[in-house]
């Protein structure tokens, strides 16, 4: 993968399972929001390929920046995610209406983008590609800009769901605990440029799990300590 | 002081200059043919109503400013559009554009009364050239400048082309339009009333030519407070319009 120097990415192979979780962790610039983009179709890569055993339509992906319409309601946001998978209108607006309900936002429906807290927007953002039924999540730095509560609240809300819906998801994060506390596997890129998978981890942690739980699971400082060792090794090497 | 009363302040302010000003002009101490009092401009405005002959004038600004407005603001949007498209469009009509963006518009009166004759037509091509470059400067900057961030995410729930024409850029491009709706209403005016003040038989600027030939301060004055009030009362209907399109910004 490359944008015309030197190559970006070279040999990252990431495979996710289908129903799993999984992390990817590495420095900054090392191309995991690169990865993402290739993988949903916004970058072609330059060698390799993307193998995707599910439709085009069937990738989501989700973005630190929510970026909804501001000139479409919460409902209409969500509904859009639909109509332009080919559902009709009508029923997209009781799906969307479904699944702002599910997030805890049956009553915004109504409201423009400009007047959500950055965790409705977040969850309208969820519930926008949620309603499509992805088998396959994608996610960029998503709770990045919440704060802690908001953000731990937003997490056990897409563990749980991701979860009942068995969605694959590959999120990358900076957030270790992040992480641990969600993945079934966490991938460490190296720096780049030439970037590639350095290490993989599986990850004990029992299922079904509240990610606020696994925090305390006896497992987690073990692994913490361990992949934290290996990131700052890789962030630190010149 | 309370904020809250600032108006009725302005209000009782205003009616002391005027009070004084009708003094001043009753005690003979101004020149009726500079200054005439506010009486008089009252009475010119009276009279142009009472006498019905008002009306006409009006028809005919109003006719050029708002014939000017929607035809400019259609032709901004296409040329906009079209020279963001075609790189070969934006090639040809943005050095014109600029040309006519810097030199103040209005000179082009003149050669318009030549082409167009001393009719209609003359005032709607000024009030017409005056909205075009605005709105297509507008539009063509406005498109270049549509956020990459919701452009993708459309890309990402599977939209195509049409797609975001419809959810992404459209929505753009009227909400500036929209943004740019009050100026251009004051750009329509003023391009009629020009047109008409330099050569018509009808209209509020002939009517203020025609104050001008003659002297005639308080028709003049009482024309201004006229095409002000006008303005104003458009400028407040533009306004309403705006917030209502754009309540969600
Ligand atoms: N559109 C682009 N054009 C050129 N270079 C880019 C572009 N996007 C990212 N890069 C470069 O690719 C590398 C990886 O970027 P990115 O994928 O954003 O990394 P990460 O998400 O891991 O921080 C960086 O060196 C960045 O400067
Ligand atoms: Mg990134």
Redesign the pocket.
């Known amino acids: 993968m490359s944008?015309?120097g030197e190559p970006?990415l070279e040999g990252a192979s990431i495979v996710v399972g289908e129903g799993q979780f999984v992390s990817l962790v590495?420095p900054?610039?090392?191309?995991?929001?690169?990865?993402l983009r290739a993988v949903i179709g916004l970058q072609q890569p330059l060698e390799g390929t993307v193998e995707r055993e599910v439709a085009p339509s069937e990738v989501a992906i989700l973005f630190q920046d929510d970026a909804l319409l501001p000139w479409k309601t919460a409902r209409d946001n969500v509904a859009l995610g639909l109509t332009l998978k080919g559902v009709r209108r009508g029923r997209a607006l009781e799906q969307a209406d479904v699944w702002l309900e599910r997030l805890g936002l049956g009553s915004f429906g109504h409201r423009f983008p400009r007047h959500l807290s950055g965790g409705q927007s977040k969850r309208v953002a969820l519930a926008q590609v949620l309603a499509r039924e992805p088998k396959l999540l994608l996610m960029?730095e998503p709770f990045a800009s919440l704060d802690a509560i908001v953000r731990t609240r937003v997490i056990q809300d897409v563990a749980s769901l991701v979860e009942r819906e068995h969605i694959s998801v590959l999120l990358?994060t900076h957030d270790l605990e992040e992480a641990i506390s969600l993945s079934d596997h966490i991938y460490l890129?190296s720096r780049?440029?030439r970037a590639h998978v350095t290490r993989d981890y599986p990850m004990p942690l029992p299922r079904p799990r509240d990610p606020v739980r696994a925090r305390t699971h006896p497992a987690f400082a073990a692994l913490y300590e361990k992949i934290w060792n290996d990131l700052s090794h890789e962030v630190d090497r010149v | 002081m309370n904020p809250r009363f600032a108006w009725a302040r302005q209000l009782a302010a205003f009616a002391v200059f005027l009070s004084v000003w009708q003094a001043v002009g009753h005690a003979g101490w101004l020149n009726p043919i500079y200054a005439p009092t506010p009486g008089q401009i009252g009475a010119a405005l009276i009279e142009l109503f009472g006498s019905g002959r008002i009306w006409t004038h009006l028809e005919a600004t109003f006719g050029a400013a708002l014939a000017g407005l929607a035809l400019g603001v259609v032709a901004g949007i296409l040329l906009g559009v079209l020279g963001s498209l075609v790189p070969f469009v934006a090639e040809l009509l943005e050095p014109v554009m600029t040309l006519l963006n810097a030199v103040p518009r209005v000179v082009l009166a003149p050669l318009f009364v030549i082409w167009f004759g001393i009719g209609v037509a003359s005032k709607i091509a000024l009030s017409f050239i005056l909205v075009a470059v605005l709105i297509f400067f507008t539009v063509f900057t406005g498109i270049r400048q549509v956020d990459r961030k919701l452009v993708e995410r459309v890309l990402t729930l599977n939209g195509g082309r049409w797609a975001l024409v419809r959810h992404v850029y459209l929505p753009s491009v009227a909400a500036w339009v929209l943004g740019n709706l009050k100026v251009a209403v004051g750009f329509a005016f003023t391009g009629a009333v020009v047109g008409e003040f330099v050569a018509a038989s009808r209209g509020l600027g002939y009517l203020l030519s025609f104050a001008q030939s003659t002297f005639n301060s308080a028709l003049m004055l009482a024309l201004v407070l006229l095409i002000m009030v006008v303005v104003l009362a458009i400028f407040a209907i533009a306004g309403r319009l705006e917030k209502h399109l754009l309540r969600w910004k």
Not at chain 1, 28 to 35: F, H, I, Q, T
């Open positions: 944008y015309g970006v590495g900054s610039g090392s191309g995991k929001s690169s990865l960029d990358v890129l780049g440029p």
